[in-house]
């Protein structure tokens, strides 16, 4: 639900939203039992704790986090189609 409904709103499935042969292999995986104190402020000034943890993120089934070094950005532009929104943009950056 996450995955899928976003990508098919803007028009990117079955590239993205899916598990499937052809679909891009981007992953994140997390842990829902455990929290972690952002760098973010509410407006009293107090960090905010988020309840669940990014434990691995694969994009294009390449490992990307935890890493020690960092990542160098990549990616394309991905035709949107088949959408009933933003009419004005046919390019989602990928």
Do not use: H, Y
Request: proline share 5%; aromatic share 4%; glycine share 8%.
């Amino acid at each position: 639900m996450m995955c899928e409904n976003p990508a098919k709103r803007i028009g990117l499935f079955p590239q993205k939203g899916c598990i499937q042969k052809g679909s891009d292999a981007d992953i994140t995986i997390i842990d829902p039992n455990t929290q972690v104190l952002s760098d973010i402020s509410d407006e009293s000034g107090e960090k905010i704790v988020l309840s669940c943890a990014v434990k691995a993120v694969f994009l294009n089934g390449e490992l990307t986090i935890p890493a020690d070094e960092k990542i160098k950005p990549k990616g394309t532009f991905v035709k949107r189609s088949g959408t009933t929104r933003r009419r004005s943009s046919s390019s989602c950056w990928n």
